[in-house]
């Protein structure tokens, strides 16, 4: 992209270092409430490309279907991948029972293998222990 380029960011989410390395490069990020606040301002133009976070489990242009913009907007390629956490929180009345249902879960699909066939469908190309 040219420098200069006004890319469409969502406003919190952290995005990869691959999206990152945009700025060094000239391009400008503009922030949006949500992804689908980033399509509609590229489908009226105000931007000269979005950055939306998707995954697996939604198809490709679910955002722009919810947006309404899937007819003016087309999605081009993949740009680096975000690795996820989850947090609970000590200060929360409910975050350390949170926390133990959340390790039970993980312990009941390990030992049941759905953790495995899990892993196997996301990571083919890596060998499970």
């Known amino acids: 992209m040219p420098p200069g380029s006004v ?6 989410y952290e995005y990869s270092a691959q999206v990152t390395a945009l700025q060094t490069s000239g391009v400008v990020f503009e922030n949006s409430l949500s992804d689908l606040t980033s399509l509609q301002k590229l489908a009226a133009r105000r931007f000269q490309v979005v ?6 489990l939604e198809v490709r242009n679910q955002k722009a ?17 975000e690795n996820s956490t989850i947090g609970f929180s000590l ?39």
């Open 7 to 12: 890319v469409g960011i969502t406003r919190d």
């Open 51 to 56: 950055l939306v976070m998707n995954n697996d």
């Open 65 to 81: 279907k919810q947006s309404g913009t899937e007819d003016v907007v087309r999605f081009a390629f993949n740009c680096g991948v």
């Open 91 to 129: 200060a929360h009345p409910d975050g350390l029972r949170a926390l133990e249902m959340y390790d039970e879960g993980y312990r009941r699909i390990k030992a049941n293998g759905a953790l495995k066939d899990i892993h196997m469908r996301w990571f083919p190309s890596l060998h499970w222990p």
